[in-house]
Every structure is written in structure tokens, then in C-alpha cells.
């Protein structure tokens, strides 16, 4: 084992504490062995706090929300909303009513792509128009603009990478000109863990007009996100990334474009009046959560908040932060390990993606499995960074505020035996 690096001493790391309030991370795998998860970019595991909000709704609060007048469907309606209110505070939305709440981040970006779609001017994305993203994102954030394209004729560009796994801005005016209406891009890579510079995307988007929607999925669970600071006009997140349920997103939006802007579906609550020749729509939210909404999925995902502000997200970043420095360095004592992506902690988030040798990825993440460790194997849905770098997929290992320095002894020791186990 490394000694941990530097300032690094462990006076950063969260304490054993948290790990207990996570009943996953005790289970026991494959002959005995204590489960190691380092999936924490595809999902995160839940805390008993988080786990206890969802059954007392379900046992004592459960029905539709809003247009209730009994006792439950107040209840219900009041945990629903408050959820929107700790997601607001979490943010720092200046208004409650500029957070919507989805099915996840996917659905975020679609509603701001359709949204676009069919808006009138000055917002409409057509063939006069161009949409600008980046070769890192997840897919979530490239096809619903690939499928806006299509549909509209406007013009797809996107900002290359460097080989060290950062943004390449070089070319920036001539990705964002005066023809782009929507500038999309990731804040934190969910493959390379690359933190993009915000600032100056934003800066050059709001020069030629554009607006700026950020994904914030791989930020949100780690690190303070204030969405007035990002300066961006909608950031997307997902609940389950961050010890919520799944089945939640949040998409937080401008009011004044969300109140200019046409919803996304039709049906119950997001109308104000409907009759056979026409229909009006309700303020925002509501004008964007067509149906009966993820309830219980919003009131786990409140208790997150909870959970997450308790602790506190700077404690969180700073904790990672350490988690990964000794990561990196850990990883770079394994023979044939190339990480693709920034090989320092600075400007990087926790995931960490590698390939081992002429080890396929996939054989890698069966023999870690066998040793109880989850990591995650594949293209992440970011397939067009693997094509940037020449490689058919890789391993990937994420870290969380539960994460530990022997989490990380346990990969490289797995690492070890995945190398003798191909000789």
C-alpha cells in the first residue's frame, strides 16, 4: 500500500460513519468477499435515510398530488413540493419554480432540445441556425441534438479533445458563432472525469446570444453546484447519481425562457384550461410535468439533499478529491495501465478510466468481479471519446463519499491478479 499522498493525510476523508449508512456496501459476494463497488458514475448506492423516506411515503402518505382535498393527497403534495424547495436551496435557484422535475437527466436534455424545436423566435433552432456541444459528452447529450438536427435542418459542430483529455477551445469562434442558438455541454466528464471550463464557454456562448445548457449529472453528486455562479441558462442532473432513487431528474431553467418557452408534453396538471378548440398552459413548473409526476421518487430524492447538505458538499469534493490523487497514483504503479484522460487530480472529478495492457476491458471487469470489486466496462456511452483515442472500450472505476483509501488497495491488488490471471 502507498502511503497517502501529501496534504492528503486523511484529515480530508470523510469518516467510517458514512459507509455504515449504506446497508449495500456490507454485502458480501462470491465466496465471502466484502463487495468493493466502484460504480459510482453509473449509480450510486442509497442511504438508510434515504431508504427510510421512501417507505414512510409508501406506508403512510401515499396518492396523487395537487388536486386532492383529503388528508394524503395533502401530504403527499406537501412532501412533493418541499422536495422542489431542497432542490431549489441545494442549487441556489432564485426560484423554486425554475426547478422541473423529470425522469432523469436524459429526459432534462431531450425537454430542452423539443423545447427549442418548436419555440418561436428568438429561440427556434431551424436550417438558419447552428448547435454547438463537445466530442466528450454522453450520449444523453449528443443523440437529442443529433435528432434536433435532423428534424430542423440546423447544424451540428462540436469542440474536439486534446490527448490529454481536456476540451481543445482553440477553435471556440468558430464553434460558437453568431448562427448558434444553444450551446450544450458536459461540466464533468462521466469517462474521463475532465472538468470543463465553464466560464469560458459560457462567455463566448452569451457573446454571440446563445443559450448554454450545462450537464451537470457527474457534478451535482460531488461537488457544491450553483447554478447562478455557472452562469448557464438550463443544467440538467439525475437523482440516482447522487444517493436518490432512480426515476428522478431535475431540470433547472431560466424563469423567463421557462414562461417563453413551449412545454414538452401534454396531459394533466401542465394546463391551465382545456377545451375541444384549445388549451392554455400553467405557469413553471407545472407547465413541464405533464401527468402524475415521479412522487416518491421526488421525496428520495429531497432526503438526498438532506443526506448530501448535511455532510456537506464541500467536505464531499475535498474528500474525493483525495480519493482520487491517491488513486491516480496507485494506478500509476500497475505495469501497462494507460488512463485515458487528465493524469492529475486537478480539474478532474472521481471516475477514472484505463485500459490494462492488450487486456479487453470487458475480460478485466469480469476478473475484478470474481474478486468482489464492480467497476464499470465499455464505452460509458461516450463512444465517441474511445474513437478519439484509438481504443474498443475501457475499464472504469468511480468514487464516492463513501469510497476509501482500502477500496482503492483492493482494485490495484485486483489489477494485479487480472495480469497474472493473462499471464
Excluded at 458514475?41 to 396523487?64: C, F, G, I, M, W
Excluded at 447519481?241 to 426515476?247: A, F, I, L, Y
Aim: proline fraction near 5%; aromatic fraction near 6%; include cysteine.
Amino acid at each position: 500500500m502507498t502511503q497517502l499522498p501529501g496534504l492528503l493525510t486523511g484529515s480530508h476523508l470523510l469518516g467510517e460513519a458514512i459507509r455504515k449508512d449504506f446497508p449495500l456496501l456490507d454485502r458480501v459476494v462470491h465466496d465471502g468477499k466484502k463487495i468493493v463497488y466502484l460504480d459510482n458514475a453509473a449509480t450510486s448506492q442509497k442511504p438508510r435515510q434515504v431508504l427510510d423516506a421512501l417507505n414512510e411515503y409508501y406506508e403512510q402518505h401515499n396518492a396523487n398530488v395537487h388536486r386532492g382535498v383529503h388528508v394524503l393527497a395533502e401530504e403527499a403534495t406537501a412532501l412533493y413540493e418541499g422536495a422542489r424547495d431542497k432542490v431549489a436551496t441545494f442549487i441556489n435557484a432564485p426560484s423554486r419554480d425554475e426547478v422541473i422535475f423529470t425522469k432523469n437527466a436524459s429526459e432534462s436534455l431531450n425537454l430542452v432540445a423539443n423545447m427549442l424545436g418548436w419555440a418561436d423566435e428568438p429561440y427556434r433552432v431551424d436550417r438558419d441556425t447552428e448547435i454547438a456541444i463537445t466530442e466528450m459528452e454522453h450520449h444523453s447529450n449528443i443523440v437529442p441534438w443529433q435528432l434536433l438536427s435532423q428534424r430542423t435542418g440546423a447544424k451540428l459542430k462540436w469542440f474536439g479533445l486534446t490527448d490529454d483529455g481536456r476540451l481543445d477551445l482553440s477553435n471556440i469562434e468558430e464553434v460558437i458563432t453568431e448562427k448558434t442558438k444553444i450551446v450544450s455541454f458536459t461540466l464533468v466528464s462521466n469517462i474521463m472525469g475532465t472538468v470543463n471550463p465553464v466560464e469560458a464557454i459560457v462567455r463566448r456562448a452569451q457573446d454571440v446570444g446563445a443559450l448554454v445548457l450545462i450537464d451537470a449529472s457527474q457534478a451535482a453528486p460531488h461537488m457544491p453546484l450553483d447554478v447562478q455562479e455557472l452562469g448557464a441558462d438550463f443544467v440538467a442532473f439525475t437523482g440516482h447519481k447522487m444517493c436518490g432513487p432512480t426515476g428522478i431528474g431535475v431540470l433547472w431553467g431560466r424563469q423567463e425562457l421557462l414562461e417563453d418557452l413551449p412545454p414538452f408534453l401534454g396531459g394533466g396538471e401542465m394546463i391551465e384550461t382545456v377545451s375541444m378548440h384549445a388549451s392554455t398552459y400553467a405557469p413553471a413548473p407545472h407547465k413541464f410535468e405533464a401527468g402524475t409526476p415521479p412522487i416518491a421518487q421526488a421525496v428520495g430524492l429531497g432526503a438526498a439533499v438532506d443526506y448530501l447538505t448535511a455532510i456537506g458538499m464541500d467536505k464531499i469534493a475535498a474528500h474525493e478529491h483525495v480519493i482520487t490523487e491517491y488513486a491516480l497514483k496507485r494506478l500509476a504503479e500497475v505495469p501497462d495501465l494507460r488512463i485515458i484522460g487528465p493524469t492529475t487530480a486537478e480539474d478532474r472529478g472521481a471516475a477514472i478510466s484505463f485500459v490494462l495492457g492488450d487486456i479487453h476491458p470487458h475480460d478485466v471487469g469480469q476478473v475484478l468481479d470474481e474478486q468482489g470489486i464492480a467497476v464499470r466496462v465499455g464505452h460509458h456511452c461516450a463512444r465517441p471519446v474511445c474513437l478519439r483515442y484509438g481504443i474498443p472500450a475501457t475499464t472504469r472505476a468511480s468514487f464516492y463519499l463513501y469510497s476509501s483509501p482500502a477500496d482503492v488497495d483492493a482494485l490495484v491488488d485486483g489489477l494485479e491478479h487480472v495480469r497474472n490471471f493473462f499471464g
